[in-house]
């Protein structure tokens, strides 16, 4: 059975810092891919960056580019979302995502994905 939690949202104020985890168990051949996805208020939920466990390559939506990196922490067994230079508008919830082979983060990706965390909050704010 795969478990998937997220670790790590708060608040912070714009230009600042966070860094979310991700924990997953359980996986299976069709879990080779970690997916962060977001969802703020009102929108669609969508891709934010995505790592492939087995080669270690990386994704990212335009919007975070330069701004977010996605990385495996091997000693804590974790998927990382280190988010700098936060801005407002990446106040959101943040999911973690597994249960797909290949990297998927752009258009409704995210309906391939059967395993996810229960989220966490991200705000930005001054």
């Known amino acids: 059975q795969v478990q998937v939690v997220e670790s790590g949202g708060g608040l912070v104020q714009p230009g600042g810092s966070l860094r979310l985890s991700c924990a997953a168990s359980?996986?299976?051949?069709?879990?080779?891919?970690i997916t962060w996805f977001r969802q703020a208020p009102g929108k669609e939920r969508e891709g934010v960056a995505c790592?492939?466990?087995?080669?270690?390559?990386?994704y990212y939506a335009d919007s975070v580019k330069g701004r977010f990196i996605i990385s495996r922490d091997v000693a804590k067994n974790t998927v990382d979302l280190q988010m700098n230079n936060l801005k407002p508008e990446d106040t959101a919830v943040y999911y973690c995502a597994t249960g797909w082979s290949r990297c998927a983060i752009y258009g409704p990706a995210y309906r391939l994905y059967p395993y996810w965390g229960q989220g966490t909050q991200v705000t930005v704010s001054s």
């Open positions: 359980g996986f299976t051949s069709d879990s080779n891919t």
């Open positions: 790592i492939s466990i087995s080669d270690l390559s990386t």
